[in-house]
């Protein structure tokens, strides 16, 4: 190399070096937060930020367990369980901030950093969770629990990390806990793929509509949502139907062009199923292969059987047996309402076969003839501001917390508006995002996540928790008018929400919503009752022009169609959770055909063919987009017998803010993490077991074939 080349050889790495400093000491996560509460500051924080933060708290989290590890001194529960327990706060914060963005706001430079770090983070776990001398140590302190004189919160934390690493594969050796950690790997790579196919399936896609025969039959309210996203789409002048819930669904309702809802639906069930590059067929197959190996590596013989072991239900029989005691008579009530959808058609002079694209559209007319109510008559009065006052009120009701707008904080999108939680006294609870509207850079759905977790073994620390939703956004300078489904899905994520700000425990491992997972979705199904109430209902669903407040005729016509249509509504959400369960039964899938599968399981079960799932396979990121919900999106149903029981204590009291029951409710769930055994805790709060009538009841399927054991 000659002196010159040599010089510019030096001069590029100086170069590098340099900006590599620069990124460092620019880099908000390798400083004190200076922002109110210490949220964020989503200002500062840039792509390539990320990166060298990982790196640097994936090293301070190894070097934390080696400390514990290399420790000379007996295990006790404050050298072993406590230091776990304070290990790792840098790369927890810097994993939520990514995932906050990454869901709710991603670009390219974000997915390329998740694809590529989805194996790496998988790897430290493993190098965590696989950790033999850790886990000798952890093994001990199980062994002695009972002379250890634990409170019952550190005797609740020890079973769960000791559960825990078992579950994640700490007693295998040698080749078999090698091949866990590269399975473990994989699966966190085939995760991340199968989540940014249906991302890239749903923001490619729009329905652009121009003509007055495309938007024939469209109220406004849909017609300035879609103007309002062809806007946000450079299709400025026309409307687009997207593919989030929000958009299409109002859209298969209400358009008169059977063509164009057939479009629209096809494009809606086809997410991930397109034989194109980001079809998720092949990815389904292969994570459902190794979850399989996975399972039989910790000595299971299916994945559900693995999944279910540590949960509410215990086996998957009994998540199964739920399922089928509202399998029958849904299907019973499903077919009565097709035959309704066909008469309506028929009395328009369609003599067609009613197929799943009509489904909405006639039910909304059905619903209309027996009711007399419409979804446009309805939507005028359910304002999304009014409705985030309803959940703002039904919390200071229950637990007296209060909600303060904060202005001066920082945010990753101008449509995010960020509160501070007060308790009754006044003092700091918590700080709450609220995301409502749906844009191609978020992912579909609704849910629920944390910044913070609420702990004490670090000091007082006060959890930041964030609801997402997926909203049409109102044109600009008009309201955000929500379905009265819509607003359910507001309260179902704000209990959530609330599992999280309430949080009262000393151990971030049992902090919030860290509970079994059939558990975890009682709390915000459990909200959802008080959205149906007159008391907020007369208070806070008044129309958006008038302001009146909504008329009691028009009131009781919406609670009186509650049970409307929950033929569909059960036979599409089962169906999901009996596929799902279906998949993780398999003992091989080396021959899966998703597809295929997916066609044989619904004949067996003798789906509608009006009817498809709530989530087909190639787009149900609940049980594909990580380990959430695989085995148990039966949760839902499950947790729905608690819910459903469970606000029948108020209505037995007579008052939907019974002090008495609100105090329970508080110091036995929303307070109490997981800190307790689930059923030991809604036995608590409830007084005796829960029992299924109440849901068959709400669902309108009692005495529809029904069977209650």
Not at 1 to 6: D, K, L, R
Not at 178 to 185: D, F, G, P, S, W
Not at 338 to 360: C, F, H, R, T, V
Not at 365 to 371: F, I, L, Q, S, T
Request: charged share 25%; proline share 4%.
């Amino acid at each position: 190399m000659g002196p010159v080349t040599a010089l510019a050889a030096d001069a590029t790495i100086q170069v590098a070096q340099a900006e590599t400093d620069k990124v460092t000491s620019d880099n908000p996560f390798f400083h004190k937060w200076n922002t109110r509460f210490g949220v964020p500051p989503y200002d500062a924080i840039k792509p390539e930020h990320f990166k060298p933060a990982y790196e640097k708290a994936m090293a301070d989290h190894l070097a934390e367990i080696k400390s514990i590890t290399d420790n000379k001194d007996a295990p006790t529960f404050a050298n072993t369980i406590d230091a776990l327990e304070k290990s790792g706060q840098m790369l927890g914060t810097v994993a939520r901030v990514f995932g906050s963005l990454t869901a709710s706001n991603t670009n390219d430079q974000l997915q390329k950093i998740q694809r590529e770090m989805a194996p790496v983070m998988a790897a430290h776990s493993n190098a965590i969770n696989l950790n033999a001398a850790l886990f000798a140590r952890i093994d001990a302190l199980y062994a002695q629990r009972d002379s250890l004189k634990l409170t019952k919160e550190q005797a609740r934390v020890l079973e769960r990390y000791h559960t825990e690493f078992v579950r994640a594969g700490a007693k295998l050796e040698g080749k078999d806990r090698e091949r866990m950690a590269t399975v473990l790997q994989r699966l966190a790579v085939l995760s991340t793929q199968f989540s940014q196919n249906v991302l890239a399936d749903e923001k490619e896609y729009k329905l652009v509509l121009t003509s007055e025969s495309d938007l024939a039959g469209l109220p406004e309210f849909v017609r300035a949502a879609a103007a309002q996203a062809a806007k946000e789409r450079g299709e400025d002048g026309k409307y687009v139907i997207t593919l989030s819930r929000s958009s299409i669904e109002p859209f298969l309702t209400f358009s008169a062009n059977r063509a164009l809802r057939e479009q629209a639906w096809k494009a809606w069930v086809a997410r991930g199923d397109n034989g194109d590059a980001q079809d998720n067929n092949a990815i389904i197959k292969e994570i459902v292969q190794l979850r399989i190996e996975r399972a039989n590596l910790l000595g299971y013989k299916t994945f559900a059987d693995y999944k279910l072991a540590d949960t509410m239900a215990k086996t998957p029989q009994a998540a199964t047996d739920l399922l089928l005691q509202v399998w029958e008579p849904a299907k019973v009530r499903a077919a009565e309402e097709k035959d309704d959808l066909a008469k309506m058609a028929a009395s328009e002079g369609q003599n067609i076969e009613i197929a799943p694209w009509d489904w909405y559209y006639y039910a909304e007319k059905v619903r209309k003839a027996k009711y007399d109510l419409n979804e446009e008559e309805i939507k005028p009065y359910f304002q999304l501001d009014k409705m985030m006052e309803a959940v703002f009120f039904t919390a200071n009701q229950l637990f007296g917390v209060t909600f303060h707008e904060l202005k001066d904080v920082p945010r990753y999108h101008p449509d995010v508006k960020v509160y501070e939680v007060k308790d009754k006294s006044g003092q700091h609870v918590a700080v709450f995002y609220s995301d409502n509207f749906a844009r191609p850079s978020k992912r579909s759905g609704a849910w629920m996540s944390s910044l913070r977790e609420q702990e004490k073994l670090s000091g007082k620390v006060t959890p930041i928790i964030m609801n997402n939703n997926n909203f049409a956004k109102g044109a600009e300078g008009q309201p955000t008018l929500l379905s009265f489904d819509d607003a359910n899905t507001l309260f179902h994520e704000f209990g959530h929400g609330l599992h999280g700000m309430l949080s009262n425990v000393t151990y971030p491992q049992l902090s919030g919503t860290s509970v079994l997972r059939d558990f975890v979705e009682f709390p915000a199904q459990l909200l959802e009752h008080w959205v149906e109430q007159p008391e907020i209902l007369q208070r806070f669903a008044v129309h958006y022009k008038t302001g009146e407040p909504i008329p009691k005729a028009l009131l009781d016509k919406i609670l009186a169609a509650q049970t409307f249509n929950q033929g569909f509504a059960t036979v599409s959400f089962t169906s999901s959770a009996l596929v799902d369960m279906a998949y993780h039964s398999l003992t091989d899938a080396k021959d899966l055909d998703p597809d295929t599968f997916e066609r044989k399981e619904l004949a067996k079960l003798g789906m509608p063919k009006e009817i498809v799932m709530r989530h087909r396979s190639p787009h149900f990121s609940h049980i594909f987009s990580g380990d959430g919900y695989s085995a148990g999106y039966y949760s839902y149903m499950w947790a729905e017998v608690l819910d459903a029981d469970g606000f029948d204590a108020f209505t037995e009291a007579g008052n939907i803010f019974d002090p008495k029951l609100a105090k329970k409710l508080y110091e036995e769930i929303y307070s109490a993490g997981g800190s307790k055994d689930p059923m030991e805790a809604y036995i608590a709060f409830r007084g005796r077991a829960p029992k299924v009538e109440a849901l068959l009841r709400n669902r309108g399927l009692l005495g529809t074939g029904s069977r209650v054991n």
